[in-house]
């Protein structure tokens, strides 16, 4: 146990942005969620389940607080999918993998990128075309260093992997990179930070609670130290997210699975956790977050309802939380701004 009282609660206010002004609000789950020069950019998901909704991009105004035009597929887009991810590199949004119709088959290995510029859409095929490329997949994880893109684990045909493959757009060269000592999954939390790669939790036919961190200079897995007694449950299709300094945030997350599967909704979590870093990764602090009811008007406490298969990143040191699934199988079209003191 630490000696400076790692157990303390942290607080956070949540702030929810007005999305009900316009018609492009579109509630939705399993979709992708990126941020750029303070827009929000969702793609994909589904509303009813198993059907991909469309393959329009839908913006929003963080700053200004208000949906933009929406912008149709130009160029080489991406067909309409469920349980692809996203991730931002060099000012552009990339997307892979997802599931294209009702009977929920893995699209194939393609990396498709965004340019916010010239709203266009490329296909990013790899320089050599008979080199390995991973599996294809959906409910996998996705996030990016400073020069690379990196996919982890999810879910193929049939099963779950627990594979790890980065992608160097400017070479176009996916490489296959170490297999962690862990199980195979769907829905895990993966981020990047100081170099590393964080992993938490994730679905293998029971919710899970594993912390490891992936070395890219070295790549190794590892299992950080723990300090603290109290640390977040289990769960999947959580959020996880590095704040930009040396702290992560896990959020939200399913912790009981439907018993129908992806046609139903399960149980879901509504707690958020801090995970501070220390010694390079080696040494970890989780603290549970309240939220402080002043931010709301006379007291009133300002929070999304609980919800699994949403969408969070960060944003000016702050997480923006998109939809999402709740315990009525209903999608959520709200957006919502977290800030941890």
């Not at 080199?131 to 193929?156: I, W």
């Not at 627990?162 to 296959?176: A, E, H, I, K, Y």
């Not at 897995?221 to 999947?236: E, H």
């Amino acid at each position: 146990m630490s000696s400076s009282s790692p157990d303390v609660v942290l607080t956070a206010t949540w702030s929810e942005l007005n999305t009900t002004h316009h018609k492009t609000n579109v509630p939705r789950s399993s979709h992708t969620l990126a941020v750029l020069a303070d827009h929000a950019y969702i793609f994909g998901g589904e509303i009813i389940p198993r059907i991909p909704v469309d393959n329009i991009i839908y913006v929003y105004n963080l700053t200004a607080q208000h949906w933009e035009n929406p912008i149709e597929p130009v160029g080489d887009a991406p067909s309409p999918r469920v349980g692809a991810t996203s991730a931002v590199l060099s000012g552009f949004i990339y997307v892979f993998g997802g599931r294209g119709v009702k009977d929920m088959t893995p699209l194939v290995s393609d990396i498709y990128q965004f340019d916010p510029k010239t709203r266009r859409w490329s296909i990013i095929r790899p320089a050599n075309e008979s080199a390995p490329v991973p599996e294809p997949r959906s409910f996998h994880g996705m996030t990016a260093s400073e020069t690379h893109l990196y996919v982890f684990a999810g879910c193929p045909i049939s099963g779950r992997l627990n594979d790890l493959w980065s992608f160097n757009p400017l070479s176009r060269v996916w490489t296959q990179l170490a297999f962690p000592d862990v199980s195979a999954r769907g829905g895990p939390g993966i981020t990047y930070a100081d170099g590393k790669l964080w992993l938490f939790g994730g679905f293998n036919g029971n919710e899970l609670d594993d912390l490891r961190t992936y070395s890219i200079a070295t790549d190794v897995w590892s299992s950080p130290t723990v300090l603290t007694s109290s640390r977040p449950p289990a769960r999947s299709v959580h959020g996880l997210v590095h704040l930009g300094d040396s702290r992560l945030v896990t959020l939200y997350g399913e912790k009981d699975p439907s018993l129908v599967g992806h046609e139903g909704a399960g149980k879901f979590w509504d707690d958020i956790w801090v995970l501070d870093i220390h010694e390079g990764g080696q040494k970890v602090e989780w603290r549970q977050v309240t939220i402080d009811g002043a931010a709301g008007s006379g007291g009133h406490v300002v929070k999304p309802k609980d919800r699994g298969w949403f969408q969070a990143v960060a944003w000016k040191g702050k997480v923006v939380l998109s939809g999402g699934l709740d315990v009525d199988n209903g999608r959520l079209g709200d957006l919502f701004v977290l800030d941890v003191v």
